[in-house]
């Protein structure tokens, strides 16, 4: 490639233009022994239906159970929608958690909460996303791509770094197929050297004199930029590099082909990446006409999960990569006379797979309408804590606030992590 | 709201009371204010905000020198820092009061109006433009309001607006795509807007916000059930209004009687406008909500942070940092007829507005109390056109080199963050930053007979060239440090000094100074 010859030619280093040297220095957090483990969200913008795709009540009245009918999976005992049929013969990996019961049923609260563990207060602390966490916690300090990714579009509720700053910002891909833009300088690289130390001279006499927050963001984030543009590894973006029947076997949508993006960020070592679908009028949203839409839906996500795991697991990489799919809540029981279904917090579901989690479970049960739990309800703390434990991430350590009060990864207070998945 | 957001009715239980009202506080209606000019509340504020300093014994960052004044109020008021012709005139002015002459020559040009246009754009428009059509008119809307009417006129006509998108932009507000808003994202959006006040909340069961109930959402939402829009749907929507039963809630079923928030239900009569009866109420100056919230806005727009933080959410557990200077605000703004500029220029000429952005020793760790200024990022709109103004070019190009249509709404889109976040802080990514530096769109491969051309013709000293390079980007003229540092990076051997000018350019483009409003 030509753009990494110039940069190779260059010497262009970050030791020798690093802008931030200045910046106190992160000691790198001491690695485990074994591989380190991988997530990937994916993530149902607006709150998929759990009646319409994995907690099905087939038993229920027509004006709850809706649609559409259940079908056997490769767990015996165990029935989801007929629209995963892929998914269903993948279960004996993974585990559904029926018994998901939150308190917000606002799209930007409940995103904000699921991703955070905190509820957002006005004018509080602006909390780090898990993937911000898994950026501090499982991230290479050396690693030049972001550790955190979000593929996709969408509002990206909570998605953010919050006070563990711009070093753990995720990188946020809006279009697969296209990766990311201007990644090549527009000088040659003897120049792009000279101009970016003189910046780096700016901006250290500027934060001097006004020690701005958002001047050190900038800082960091123009740092990364550049790391970004010599790295080896943003061959990862390129999907054309995969061969053809692969990226059929994904499904030729954006969340397919996001999925096998995500995929191939995590085999050169990106820990947590989040693949977003469902925006907007044909999205998970289904106030109106729920069961084409969920129908629609369902099909790209039995397509570009169940190629996602299968190839995670033909490759070696499942027991060590997390896929979680899930929304901000679930949707209620009763069909609206538009043939939708309203927000429901607080009984869903969600599924996890791979990770080295026992899989071919269902965890949870919520009652004959699926409008409460019933059965081993699981909190977002809980939640949260879990996929932590999974990855590996001590939940009950503590991050200091700006204001120097220490924040525990997760609220560990009444904290349940769900050990069945341990067992 | 992001996207559709219909409340179901069993999670509202988070409860509001009628303590707003008691807490609004401000001498009871009826009452006689003693009006003061501009000037005059500017010394108040300055006396309120000194006054607290003292008590917690923290030190004011002193005067910010011309410069830093003259490029943060031109980003404040017009939204785009000053060209070399303005920074220069201002800089070699002597006249005492040229910073007071300043703010009203800005206040005075369109520019005030299209930059508070873009700001409330965004606020009535939250950041779902996918599902939005035909914006501008609203942009176009409320730059003529801006420029014409006192802020009561401006909200009443928006809050009463009808007729078709192309003819009446303001009823762009009550509209997502070709469809209406809803109900509750009309409730959501005015409280949240024009009263300063968040009731998403009612939504969720333990927000702090004890005081409002269920009963103060849905009447207030009432008012809101005759907007209809007309079909068939042409080239533009139309906004009409119904006389069908008015207190019908379409998201719950339930009949609920208009009432004013925290107030008395409405006894609407057969056939009479709802949203007229609401928008009478809100700009009434008995109205506890309505000034109050614009003023602490405003106060928050020129200063980083309100009064109340955030801005938007007015309710009795997040108490103002300084009650007194807010009610004095509030009745003042009242007093002088809902003036919008009369604030702007009484902000713009208090001490505290012009302080320096840079902290001492002892109020480094103040970010509420207006010791110093607090650092702002610039909005998309505001780097657009202060990179269009560096460079003198309209960037009609995209990131890939196609030829846009609208380089300005792209840009914008592509910077954009969430909603309506925190004016301080720095929300951009890697993808922003690379397309700064690298996406050509601004200073592209002829950079160099640009810089020639525009800034720093042949012949020109080297020292002549670091002010003229300074003063196109960053307004200023160089300090000592930064000349000596030019002039050493002049001297590098093999390279053209057209090539280091465009170097320098690109440096300081991609400063944090640049992005920064400090």
Known sequence: MQRRDFMKASGLSLGAASLSGWLPTLAARAGGGARRKSCIVLWMTGGPSHLDTFDLKPDARVEVRGEFRPIATSVPGIQISEHFPRFARLLQHGAILRGMCTQEADHQLASYHLHTGYQNRAGGLAFPALGSIASQELGRREFPLPSYAVIGPGPHDG????????????????????????????????????????????????YRAYQAPAS?????????????MQAREVQAFELAREP????????????????????????VGVPFVEVNMGLGNDGWDTHVNNFPRTRALSAQVDTGMSALVEDLRDRGLLDQTLVVWMGEFGRSPQITTG?????HARAWSTVLIGGGIRGGQVIGRTDQNAAT?????????????????????????????????????????????????FA | MKFCNVASVWFLTCVLADAPLARAGGPPSGAKVQRLDAVALARLIDDHIEKRLKVEQIPRSPRADDAEFLRRVYLDIHGVIPTVDQARAFLESTAPDRRARLIDELLGSPRYAAHFADLWHNHLYPATANQRIKPEALVRWLEHGFQTKTWDRLVHDLMTATGPQDQNGAVTYMLKGRFTLSVTEMTDLTSRCFLGVRLNCVQCHDHPCASWKQSDYWGLAAFFTQIQRLKPVVAFTTITETNVDPRKLPESGKLREPRFLGGEVLKAAPGQSLRKALADWMVSRENPFFARAMVNRMWGHFFGRGLVHPVDDMHDGNPPSHPELLEALTEQFKANGFDLKYLCRAICQSETYQRTSKPLAGNAKDDKLFSRMLIKVLTPEQLFDSLVVATGQAGNRGPSGKPINNPRAEFVNSFRGEGDSDPTSYNRGIPQALRLMNS?????????????????????????????????????????????LLLKYFAQPGAERQQLYAEIVWALLNSSEFSLNH
């Open chain 1, 339 to 343: 043939g939708g279904r309203n927000h």
């Open chain 1, 373 to 421: 739990v019933t059965e081993r309800p699981i909190s977002v703390v809980d939640f949260l804590a879990t996929i932590c434990r999974i990855l590996g991430i001590d939940y009950t350590r503590s991050n200091l606030s700006p204001d120097g009060r220490p924040v525990r990864i997760v609220d560990n207070r009444n904290v349940t992590p769900i050990r069945e998945l």
């Open chain 1, 244 to 267: 053809g029947a692969t990226r059929d076997r994904y499904g030729r949508t954006s969340f397919g082909q996001g999925c096998l993006l995500a995929r191939r960020l995590i085999e």
């Open chain 1, 216 to 228: 050190q963001a900038h800082t960091t984030t123009l740092e990364s930029a550049v790391r970004l």
């Open chain 1, 159 to 206: 998605t953010r770094a919050g006070f563990l700053g711009a070093r753990h910002q995720p990188l946020f891909i809006q279009e697969p197929t296209r990766g990311v833009d201007n990644l090549a300088a527009s000088v040659d690289a003897q120049r792009f050297q000279r101009q970016f130390q003189l910046l780096g001279e700016l901006e250290r006499s500027f």
């Open chain 2, 440 to 484: 050509g769109q601004f200073l592209g491969p002829r950079s160099e007979a640009f810089v020639t051309k525009q800034i720093v013709p042949p012949g020109t000293a080297p020292e002549q060239a670091v002010e003229r390079l300074y003063l196109r980007v960053l307004s200023r003229r160089p300090s000592a440090d930064e000349s000596k």
